[in-house]
């Protein structure tokens, strides 16, 4: 096994802007294993010191430079993290001082704008769209599908709960999910309860062969998550959806934030908060 490079995601909040933006970056490298670890909340310069000596320890070990990404707003904790020994990649250092030439202003140097609760309305309406997801997860609750910006359809396990949320939380869209039952894919027509919301509506299909290893994981031996019993529904879903128009895609081999994106972009949907 090749030898994994230690690769730090450190933070003055929660992490996840040096997080993202490092393993973007590190996805190019694809080649190579890394040994990942997040540091949220890195708000002083003795937690700073403590880190710093900690990964000064960690390249003696590894005889290697860890990789350091920093998303830290205080210039006296950053001067902390620049480490000898240590790949240090330092977000805000990178583009700052550019936008600060470039807009002619001084950055304000605030800790926590990216991901703290900077509008209570703007939270509140994410917080709503998260719960609304919840409450019309699975065709639980059918009532109130007209307050629904997306209504995602789909077999079961095709992707529909995870991919809710996700819009919920990162956009404020208040997406229901509705799963395509045997009884629904026995028929031409789209179910009852969805055709009067049908420009709302979005299709996921997946690979048959996919759907039968994730369904297999849950209910091994059944029916439901047999070979044949697989093809037919995506076959008669993804059928139904070219019968009636409804636009759809295939989450096999799409993230989330990937399913994400291209619903919001073919459906001309728009972040919320």
Known sequence: MPHRRSAFFISDRTGITA?????????????????????????TVEKAESLAARIRERAQHDHH?????????????????????ALVIDFFETFIGELETELGQHAS?????????VSEE?????????????????????KDLDEADVILVGVSRSGKTPTCLYLALQYGIKA???PLTPEDLDSTSLPKI?????????????????????????????????????????????????QHGV???STTHKSIEEIASTIIHKAMLKRNF
């Open 19 to 43: 997080e993202s933006l490092g393993q973007t970056l590190l996805t190019q490298f694809d080649s190579l294993e890394f040994k990942r670890e997040t540091v949220p909340f890195i708000d």
């Open 247 to 249: 636009p759809f895609i």
């Open 109 to 117: 140097l605030t800790m926590g704008k990216a991901h703290g609760m």
């Open 194 to 242: 969805l055709q009067p919301y049908r420009n709302k509506l979005f299709g996921l299909t997946i690979d048959p062969a996919r759907l039968h290893y994730i369904r297999t994981e849950r209910r091994p031996e059944s029916k439901y998550a047999s070979k044949e019993n697989c093809r037919f529904e995506v076959n008669e879903a993804e059928s139904m959806f070219r």
């Open 122 to 142: 703007k939270y509140d309406h994410r917080i709503e769209a998260v719960n609304y997801s919840l409450n019309h997860d699975d065709g639980v609750k059918l």
């Open 176 to 178: 229901a999910n509705y």
């Open 65 to 85: 430079k860890p990789l350091v990404f920093t998303s830290i707003v205080n210039p006296e904790i950053r001067r902390t993290l620049k480490i000898d020994g």
